[in-house]
Each structure stands twice: as C-alpha cells, then as structure tokens.
C-alpha cells in the first residue's frame, strides 16, 4: 500500500520526549503522518494508547519509540483491526525488573530536589551513544525537549511504566507486518534484546543501526528514515537480520 490509500503514521514518543524526537523529513515519507506532542497527564499505558488514538483514523501504521512502542503495543493488544503496519523502536517487553523502581524513583527524587535540569542531566547522556554525546547541537535539542517535558510528565510516566502489563504472550499473535529497530550502542535496550522481541513476533524484521544509542530516531535520522521507508515498502515476510553502517 502507498500514497493516499495506505494508513497514516501515527508517532508515539518515549519517556521525556514528545514530537521533536522524530527526524522533520519523517514528514516525507509516501503517507500521512500524526505525532502527537505527548500523552498530557495519562499515568498508565492504556490511557496514553487511547489518548494516542483519539485524534486518529480508524486504520493506522504504529511507529512506537521506547515507551512509545509500548504504547503501540497495547494499541495493537486492544485494536488489533486499526493497525496497519507495526515499527518498535528501541525498546523492550519485559516487565519491570529488580532494582528498576528504585533507580526511577531516585531520579523522580532527583528532579523534585533540584528540577527538571538536574534529572535530565543525569538520566540523558547513558540514552545517547558515546561519540554523539560529543555533539552538542543534538544534545540540546534533545535536553530542551526531556526538561521542557518537566518532572511531573516524568512521574506520570514512570508510574506508566512500573506498573506496565506483560506482553509477551501477545507478541506471536501479532499479524501485521512489523520492523524491530535498535542502535547497536543502546545501553538501555540492548540488541540482544531486540533480537529475542523480533523472533517472537511471526514474520518481524529486525535492523540493527550501527553507532546509535537509544535516542535512534534523533541520533541516525537518515538509517531510521530509510528503514521505516523498507518497512512501509515491505510485502510481509520474514527477512533477515541487517546491520545498517
């Protein structure tokens, strides 16, 4: 499907982000694009999947970024008919794991004591590869938006977040087709990670982007563009794994 007759993309952002994650050539691509600028105050992911949908057609391709694909998920878990195509990106489906609340609640503690520039400052860099953390334009662009988000965006969300849903047993029930994307740098969602994620949705096609880290979308704006662009393009079947410099 292509141009006016396939079903817009609607963006969902991760944790502290909201549309300015996305590459502005996103709005390109051979259909309509929705990206919302955020989930207000929605402190679970079934109210972020249904403000996310309120505003979109009945028929959509998801593109979900860390928490965003979360989101997409329970879209797909409670709309399966509505959903098109299916992008997760950068993310993960575990549930929360030993140590997770306290080192969330620590940086909430954190931002409370000393505001929303502390907690980024801390919490942003490890999401960001290495040798981009060196670029200072890309780092403040994504710094103005996670602050501007605010501490409270930030305590919603991680209450989303702890008390998230298991989703595993969905995932082989997924029929759509669905790309699986990852920064081989991405300390927080590893690809070993994605690797597992892809085998257990039917058909899933995972890309590896070389040198990025958990902000892909705005660390490797041209890799993340050109696979969404594989993705939309993509008869469903299975393909192999593909490491993209």
Known sequence: MSGSSAAPLLLLPGLLCDARIWPSETLSLTRPVIAPLGYA????????????????PERVSLVGHSMGARVA???????PQRVERLALVSTGVHLPRPGEANARHALLDLGQAEGAEALVDRWLPPMVAQRRRLDEPLMQRLRSMCVQAGVDTFAHQIKALLHRPEVERLLPTIACPTLVLVGSEDQWSPPDQHRALAAAIPGARLKIIEGSGHMLPAEA??????????WLAAEPASLPVTRVA
């Not at 105050?41 to 979109?56: H, N, P, Q, W, Y």
């Open 221 to 230: 704006p041209d890799a993340f563009l050109a696979a969404l662009s594989g």
């Open 73 to 79: 998920l329970e879209i797909v878990r409670r709309y």
């Open 41 to 56: 105050d929605a402190d679970s992911l079934v109210a972020m999947a249904e403000r996310a949908l309120d505003a979109a």
